[in-house]
């Protein structure tokens, strides 16, 4: 079975934080995503990565960076936390392909204080 | 640019009974993928089914099953014999190739489905 592994399933961080989120996969998978999940705004992408070093913005990269200098390990930053960066935030990697589903992980409830 | 649209927010039926959840998708490109997605209360999205633009085939799973009208841009998902296990968000989901050749997924903002004991 596929395994997406976050690093905390809660976190409470202070306004001005750099927080870092991470996300390890087990399955060798080239993708890997960041999602963040709002009540009544469903899951929207933060940022992907398609291979090593390599990052593309989703629909809401504002405020947010990565890293991913290992195949298995993808990071999300938060260079200066603010109240508004609040969230479930989520973890998913898949293999190529447009049809290949996305595997998750359990989330990382964050709170800025 | 790509939505998917979920309109029911949550839905309560009594156990037994059938339920319908309802998808429907915006794109202007002709291939595409959609998928469903289960997160129970312990918050881990599940996949459940994807289904490709060129087949219109139903599916059946057990007790699921997935309706894909491509004329009304939809993809509905039932669950029959509804059961308290089945207590979950259900999020629709489209999946467009990016420019990289790799899967990108534009949700809905999920249904949440509550089984009535």
């Known amino acids: 079975d596929v395994k997406v592994t976050q690093s905390s399933r809660y976190l409470v961080k202070r306004t001005g934080e750099k927080v870092f989120l991470e996300c390890v996969q087990d399955?060798?998978?080239?993708?890997m995503f960041w999602y963040r999940q709002d009540p009544g705004l469903g899951l929207r992408l933060i940022y992907f990565s398609y291979d090593v070093k390599m990052k593309e913005k989703g629909d809401i990269p504002e405020g947010y960076s990565v890293s991913r200098e290992k195949k298995e390990r993808f990071s999300l930053i938060l260079e200066s936390a603010s109240t508004n960066q609040t969230s479930m935030y989520l973890c998913?990697?898949?293999?190529?392909?447009?049809?290949?589903?996305?595997?998750f992980g359990d989330g990382t409830r964050l709170s800025i204080l | 640019a790509q939505k998917v649209t979920q309109a029911q927010t949550e839905i309560s039926v009594v156990e037994k009974e059938d339920v319908t959840l309802d998808c429907v998708y915006e794109t202007r490109d002709t291939t595409y993928y959609l998928f469903w997605y289960k997160q129970p209360p312990s918050g881990e999205l599940v996949f459940l089914i994807r289904r490709n633009s060129f087949d219109e085939q139903n599916e059946i799973s057990g007790r699921y099953s997935w309706n894909f009208q491509k004329s009304t841009s939809s993809f509905n998902f039932t669950i029959t014999a509804s059961q308290v296990v089945d207590s979950a968000v259900y999020f629709c989901?489209?999946?467009?190739?990016?420019?990289?050749?790799?899967?990108?997924?534009?949700f809905g903002t999920g249904t949440r489905l509550t089984i009535i004991p």
């Open positions: 998913a990697s898949s293999q190529a392909g447009g049809d290949q589903p996305q595997h």
């Open positions: 989901a489209l999946s467009l190739i990016s420019n990289f050749g790799n899967e990108k997924l534009t």
């Open positions: 399955m060798d998978h080239e993708n």
